[in-house]
């Protein structure tokens, strides 16, 4: 028996690519809709995996329920030999269970929502006589899809019925998904699209799910993102949706870029679902509207989520520092709602995520701008400027104003001392990359 990757045969393969950017009751992703038009554009195209334009679906802004569930159980009816459902939106929890949120979905109106166990059904019994079925996530919650879907309901519980089943997520089961403000894809996404699109140096031809998973996974991993997560079952991980463009004449071609980050900043995009953390660590979804004239700021993470912090390959602009007077010290509190500059603009704070892990931040300053992971209160971060001064921040405490999490003011500060100095520099607890 081979091992090695297989390409299914695209004229018996389907794919429906769901996106879902215009919410009514939640923040608008825009990038949700550019991430299947860019998908659809590499599964289609001849010299990767040559899917027929007919045979690739693409459902942008549902809002019924059949939106949805239609088009996949055609795809999977249809589909013979492959079928790739992918679906990027706001996810929602309902008792644990993930739900896919459509147009008008909100933590408070999940009668606008998909239960993720509807789609599940369709890809695990109605595309049975596919040996290869991918699903992919990008939303938040998504890893809550691991749960039983390797499993078939009832009677149909044989390894017929799911062999050949691989399901990549943007996140673990209690983590955000994030979008990059500016960037034209998600974070997760445009990872994907990376690896899909410039192959992977030294990886199989064709490209097998797993050497694709660990490239994307490697990818976000790198930025400080969230990790993603993956299931496969009964040689899932063989599937392949693309020939290796980093192997033979496709190497020729100049890699795309996907990540086109402005500043060193990602926020959460489901910015209607969270946790709030009980004595025990449990969790509840909760709902949030932000202003949308405050469009720098698209999310919010209670306790209990952790969102992770940003990295990128490109040098914000930073404010300048008006004073030069040192030492000095001042206090901010910042928090999920709004990133926070001190008095005289020089330096911003953010946050990107707390949980039990820590508290997650960024900060700009004039030389530099970097995240720090899984901070401590009490600890501190020292960021080195030039002519030897420094900037220290130390973590003092974090409040809790508001803890009902269903509350749409519901927010996660956190106090910050900011000291400048010169010359030698206290120790910093933690570094900020």
Sequence with gaps: ????????????????????????????????????????????????????????????????????????????????????????????????????????????????????????????????RCRAKVVILDCCFSGR??????????????????????????????????????????????????ALENGVPGGPDPLDMDTLFHQVE???????????????????????????????????????????????????????????VAAAGLASAFALDLDPRRPQVIGSTPPGVSAGPATSSRTPEAPTMTSTTLPRTQKVTASWRRDVPTTDGSVVIGLTGVNQDGIFFYVVTPEISCSVKGSQIGESIVVPQRDGVWIRFVLLKRLYPNVNANNEDFDTPVEFQVQWGRDKAPRSSRPCQ
């Design 145 to 194: 899809a691991m749960s039983g879907f390797m499993a078939a309901p009832g009677p149909l519980a044989d390894h017929a019925v799911i062999d050949g089943t691989y399901l990549m997520t943007a996140t673990a089961e209690t983590t955000l998904a994030l979008a990059p403000p500016g960037n034209r894809y998600t974070a997760f996404t445009a990872a994907l699209l990376s």
């Design 218 to 276: 490697s990818e976000l991993r790198s930025r400080g993102q969230p990790i993603p997560q993956r299931r496969s079952r009964n040689g899932g991980n063989r599937i392949a949706l693309v020939r290796n463009p980093a192997t033979g004449a496709l190497a020729e071609t100049p890699a795309r870029t996907y990540e086109q980050p402005r500043r060193r900043r990602i926020l959460p995009w489901s910015v209607a679902a969270g946790l709030v």
């Design 1 to 128: 028996m081979t091992t090695a990757a297989y390409l299914p045969d695209p004229a018996r393969s389907r794919a429906v690519l769901i996106g879902v950017s215009a919410y009514t009751r939640m923040p608008a992703i825009p990038a949700a809709a550019a991430n299947v038009a860019a998908l659809s554009a590499v599964l289609t195209d001849a010299d990767r995996w040559g899917l027929p334009a007919e045979n690739c679906r693409l459902v942008v802004d549902p809002v019924t329920a059949q939106d949805i569930l239609d088009p996949i159980h055609e795809a999977a009816a249809e589909a013979t030999d492959a079928l790739v459902v992918y679906f990027a939106g706001h996810g929602l929890l309902d008792n644990g269970e993930l739900e896919l949120a459509l147009v008008g979905g909100a933590a408070n109106a999940l009668h606008h929502a998909v239960r993720f166990a509807q789609v599940r059904r369709e890809v695990v019994t109605t595309a049975r």
